[in-house]
T-cell receptor
Framework: NAGVTQTPKFQVLKTGQSMTLQCAQDMNHEYMSWYRQDPGMGLRLIHYSVGAGITDQGEVPNGYNVSRSTTEDFPLRLLSAAPSQTSVYFC????????????FGQGTRLTVV | KQEVTQIPAALSVPEGENLVLNCSFTDSAIYNLQWFRQDPGKGLTSLLLIQSSQREQTSGRLNASLDKSSGRSTLYIAASQPGDSATYLCAATNDYKLSFGAGTTVTVRA
């Protein structure tokens, strides 16, 4: 069972470069979300989606874009990478946005130099 | 804005001792409270999900309680083992969003 798959696992970017972090789930979950994890700060919500074609901002959306053209995929785009975006990024999905278990990917460790 | 706090940040116990991990949250209007385990360099694995209408949830050696009125949840791990060493995160769900605590890193000494 694949669950939630994130690619790449590791990435180094130069300041100003752009890239897309991929996230795919095979559980037909409606709700998907992106978090970043920084030391001592827990996970913070970047963007989320309650279904194909619907996205919304979370707690820390600046510098990131998302789209949800299919149920399975929810890519996260960094428009112009900054050192402050050095973090571990996690994608999560759940069957519904409320009262259901969240499943997480293995994370993407991003370093911006 | 929901604020979730986990104290202590780190805990070290000898094998066999029971573990008690605390989680507090400021907004009691939650839909559920989830406990996750995270191993170094890995993603999060869901351990227990407590609905807002429930007081506790159990799975094997794990038991989690929820007191919405006081804004607290506690994760109990019975008879700890070295394999329980990990970081444990709690998350409260409000609207469409999970709010996480910073986690408690547990070390179980053999």
């Amino acid at each position: 069972n694949a669950g939630v798959t994130q690619t790449p696992k590791f990435q180094v970017l130069k300041t100003g470069q752009s890239m897309t972090l991929q996230c795919a789930q095979d559980m037909n979950h409606e709700y998907m979300s992106w978090y970043r994890q920084d030391p001592g700060m827990g996970l913070r919500l970047i963007h989320y989606s309650v279904g194909a074609g619907i996205t919304d901002q979370g707690e820390v959306p600046n510098g990131y874009n998302v789209s949800r053209s299919t149920t399975e995929d929810f890519p996260l785009r960094l428009l112009s990478a900054a050192p402050s975006q050095t973090s571990v990024y996690f994608c999560a999905s759940s069957r519904g946005q409320l009262n259901t278990e969240a499943f997480f990917g293995q994370g993407t460790r991003l370093t911006v130099v | 804005k929901q604020e979730v706090t986990q104290i202590p940040a780190a805990l070290s116990v000898p094998e066999g001792e029971n573990l008690v991990l605390n989680c507090s949250f400021t907004d009691s209007a939650i839909y559920n409270l989830q406990w996750f385990r995270q191993d170094p360099g890995k993603g999060l694995t869901s351990l227990l999900l407590i609905q807002s209408s429930q007081r506790e949830q159990t799975s094997g050696r794990l038991n989690a309680s929820l007191d919405k009125s006081s804004g607290r949840s506690t994760l109990y791990i019975a008879a700890s083992q070295p394999g329980d060493s990990a970081t444990y995160l709690c998350a409260a769900t409000n609207d469409y969003k999970l709010s996480f605590g910073a986690g408690t890193t547990v070390t179980v000494r053999a």
